[in-house]
């Protein structure tokens, strides 16, 4: 098991800038792909960005250039900056983890975090 506990959402002004965490525990061996998701109010949970052990990445192109995946070994944490954000990045963020390689498909991630908002104003 893997317990995922994300940190860092908040309220932010368009523009502005936010950093979320991801601390992973328990058997991180099985999480060889640490990767963010959103979702927002009646919507579906998408992809946004992920990373692989090997520090290969992979975005969502409504992100790219904006926000930054990167990860701490010895940690066990992910983190995803944000910057530059618009209303249209309002979600829950949620942290995921799966092993072998990157896909951006939430039913291939065996393990969540509780999720954290994230809310841009206008």
């Known amino acids: 098991q893997v317990l995922l506990v994300e940190s860092g959402g908040g309220l932010v002004q368009a523009g502005g800038s936010l950093r979320l965490s991801c601390a992973a525990s328990g058997r991180t061996a099985s999480s060889s792909v640490m990767g963010w998701f959103r979702q927002a109010p009646g919507k579906e949970r998408v992809f946004v960005a992920a990373i692989s052990w090997s520090d290969r990445t992979s975005y969502a192109d409504s992100v790219k250039g904006r926000f930054t995946i990167s990860k701490d070994n010895a940690k066990n944490t992910v983190s995803l900056q944000m910057n530059s954000l618009s209303p249209e990045d309002t979600a829950v963020y949620y942290c995921?983890?799966?092993?072998?390689?990157?896909?951006?498909?939430?039913?291939?991630?065996?393990?969540w975090g509780q999720g954290t908002q994230v809310t841009v104003s206008s």
């Open positions: 995921a983890a799966k092993n072998f390689g990157i896909t951006i498909t939430a039913s291939d991630y065996n393990y």
